[in-house]
């Protein structure tokens, strides 16, 4: 008579085993055959041996599992080795007269409390175990992975220990609808092993033109080095070229291929001709999930580090906010140069390079300085050096970037003398305010609606009131193109002065919109462009500006607009509308037109029909003859044979040749006749 005992699912802490035993196979994850370097038999105590018919693996709760546990169904209990438990576990094991509790090893924090009545320590695990656990195939897991074979899905289950679904609690909807809230972020370490294997890339806006026509710059930051490009831009369609030429810069200077390429969600980078671009080159593309800016956080993070070193360049050259790109591009430099705790306090140049980067060369930005000029000297008598601003470091020379105030003109030189405690942008009058540079900023603020009625102006002695009357106008020099072109002095409000042109404007400070460049501006030139004054305003005279300090360069006085009434605030990325010319009695009508009702609406453009007129020739012109190919088809058409023989005529009566013997050996320049419509300014046909 055989007596069975019954099936074991506790398992009990034995401190004497040298391995796990279970009696039942049923109560594993993964079961192998008996094979060797596996005991073929246990032995107990008493010296007699007990068969072992196949080992195996068992999941038990949370980060907690067994390995190479020995089944041999004469054995009573199911034992667990405290030494083998510790080992794989990475955790320790307290025993007291309650019980016994496993502490993870490094931060010391419980893991399982197993309280104990009887004479032995037994491992009661949570109600909620595992549902890949004990051998039995979950529903909710078997539908997560895609229907896969009860040999996989328990394959699963002893290499992915986290594998772990509740299956007993199910979302409330109405919770969800009513209370759904974002998941939390995770804190990644990870980083790239090789150079150029993942970069991040992100797009930022300027609400402020610069002086040198951009808008956007483009951020590249390489996972592994932590070295950081930046890219100004002027138009948003430059993104895909600027990668591309990046790709080849890191190919030729490095040796090296982008592998994977992590952005936003934004079009720039999610667009045909890039997702082409990438393909062919093997290179994969990763986009944050749409609103889930975090998920690019590296990029986000570095624009907001290289926007505090731009904005306090700014505030310490006194510096006007259309001058960020020069700060952008100084910002970035110093960046590389400082170490970083993501690289044990290395430097991203020394990382990249893998040489240590000089700091000897290293000057005060904006700072007076004093370049040498005596290479372009008119004469021998003339100055050798002129006061310049220090602008940074040139990309392409091995020298300095200097504005020259007088001409408005960048000099890139290498002999230079600074005086690194004077600016010559804090001795104009006023000063940039800080909320000047509040476009720096990451927060989106409110600003006036731009349609919607307004509300009624308040008191000149509120708190919001506009000031009372117009701000005085600060000229600042800017620079200019190659060719030595002057360019126009960029106004800077007053402080107290309010701007409708310009987004996220602080309430009670603000600057002026800057005009933006030609798209083929130079970087350090912008060419000069008569400023552009609304209709019924006047410029100032020169007696009225205020004094300023007294040099040479070319200014002009721009009138601020006067203040507007405040609207309604709403969430908006347009600007307020311009007020509508003031009326100014009956005015004379251009030549050749004809009077109209005029039209009246919130829009800025000023057209004909808004001043009470229009061009009856844009209307009644008689339809053109089309311009002929050929020669023989101008002559089929009237029109074209009457100017052909005008033409013909004049050219006979102002005797244009003379018809002599055509010399031998030569050759002959022949005559061609070009057709093409030739229009008056107001669209006739001349």
């Not at 709403?570 to 600007?575: A, D, F, H, L, P």
Request: hydrophobic share 35%; with cysteine; aromatic share 8%.
């Amino acid at each position: 008579m055989t007596l069975n005992q019954p099936q074991q699912t506790e398992w009990y802490f034995d401190s004497g085993a040298t391995s796990h035993m279970a009696s039942d196979s049923h109560s594993l994850s993964h079961i192998f055959p008996q094979r060797y370097p596996f005991p073929s038999a246990i032995v107990v105590g008493d010296g007699s041996l007990l068969p072992v018919t196949s080992t195996g693996s068992a999941h038990l709760s949370g980060p907690l599992h067994l390995n190479n546990v020995l089944v041999s169904p004469k054995l009573i209990k199911n034992l667990i080795s405290v030494r083998q438990f510790t080992s794989d576990n990475n955790c320790y094991v307290e025993f007291d007269p309650s019980g016994c509790s496993v502490k993870d090893l490094g931060t010391r924090n419980v893991i399982v409390r197993c309280n104990s009545s009887g004479p032995l320590y037994p491992l009661h695990l949570p109600a909620a175990a595992t549902a890949l656990a004990a051998g039995s195939t979950s529903t909710l897991w078997h539908r997560c992975l895609g229907h896969p074979g009860q040999e996989s899905l328990t394959k699963l289950a002893s290499m992915l220990p986290s594998c772990n679904k509740d299956v007993s609690s199910s979302p409330c909807h109405a919770c969800q609808l009513g209370r759904h809230t974002r998941l939390p972020f995770r804190v990644s370490s990870s980083r790239a092993i090789n150079k150029f294997d993942l970069i991040h890339c992100d797009l930022w806006t300027s609400p402020i033109v610069s002086v040198s026509g951009y808008k956007y710059y483009l951020v590249i930051l390489d996972d592994c080095s932590h070295y950081l490009w930046t890219f100004p831009l002027r138009l948003k369609s430059d993104t895909y070229d600027t990668l591309t030429n990046f790709f080849s810069y890191v190919t030729t200077q490095f040796g090296a291929t982008v592998k994977v390429v992590q952005s936003d969600n934004g079009r720039e980078f999610d667009n045909s001709s890039a997702r082409t671009f990438f393909l062919t080159h093997g290179t994969h593309l990763r986009m944050s999930c749409p609103y889930t800016s975090p998920q690019n956080g590296r990029a986000e993070r570095i624009i907001c580090s290289v926007n505090d070193i731009l904005r306090s360049l700014l505030f310490q050259a006194s510096l006007p906010p259309s001058y960020w790109v020069e700060a952008l591009s100084t910002a970035t430099y110093l960046r590389n140069l400082l170490p970083t705790k993501t690289l044990a306090m290395s430097t991203p140049h020394m990382a990249l390079y893998g040489s240590p980067p000089s700091y000897s060369h290293l000057r005060v930005f904006g700072c007076l300085c004093y370049p040498n000029m005596t290479a372009t000297a008119k004469h021998k008598l003339a100055p050798r050096s002129l006061p310049c601003v220090f602008l940074g470091y040139s990309a392409h020379h091995k020298g300095y970037r200097c504005l020259d105030t007088s001409s408005n003109h960048v000099i890139i030189s290498r002999h230079v003398v600074f005086d690194e405690s004077t600016f010559p942008f804090s001795e104009l009058s006023p000063h940039p305010t800080p909320q000047a540079y509040d476009f720096l900023e990451d927060s989106t603020d409110f600003v006036p609606a731009p349609i919607g009625p307004s509300q009624t102006p308040l008191s000149a002695g509120s708190p919001m009131a506009p000031p009372a009357g117009p701000p005085p106008s600060v000229s600042v020099p800017v620079p200019t193109s190659a060719t030595g072109a002057p360019s126009p002095a960029l106004p800077c409000a007053a402080p107290g002065a309010t701007s409708p042109a310009l987004p996220r404007a602080a309430p009670g400070a603000s600057t002026p919109a800057l005009p933006r460049a030609a798209p083929g501006a130079s970087t350090s030139a912008l060419p000069r462009t008569a400023p552009t004054v609304p209709p019924g305003f006047a410029p100032r005279s020169p007696a009225a500006a205020p004094a300023g300090p007294a040099d040479s360069s070319p200014r002009r006085m721009v009138q601020p607009l006067p203040p507007v009434q405040p609207f309604d605030r709403v969430y908006t990325r347009r600007g307020a509308p311009a007020p509508p010319p003031p009326s100014t009695g009956a005015q004379p009508l251009p030549k050749g037109t004809v009077p109209v009702l005029p039209v009246v609406n919130q829009h800025r453009m000023v057209i004909r029909a808004k001043l009470g007129f229009r061009q009856p020739a844009l209307f009644t012109a008689a339809p053109l003859s089309p311009v002929p190919k050929t020669f023989c088809s101008a002559l089929a058409d009237p029109n074209w044979r009457a100017a052909m023989e005008e033409e013909h005529d004049a050219l006979l009566k102002n005797h244009t040749w003379d018809l002599v013997p055509r010399p031998p050996r030569t050759n002959l320049v022949t005559g061609k006749w070009i057709f093409k419509h030739k229009l008056e300014a107001d669209g006739s046909l001349e």
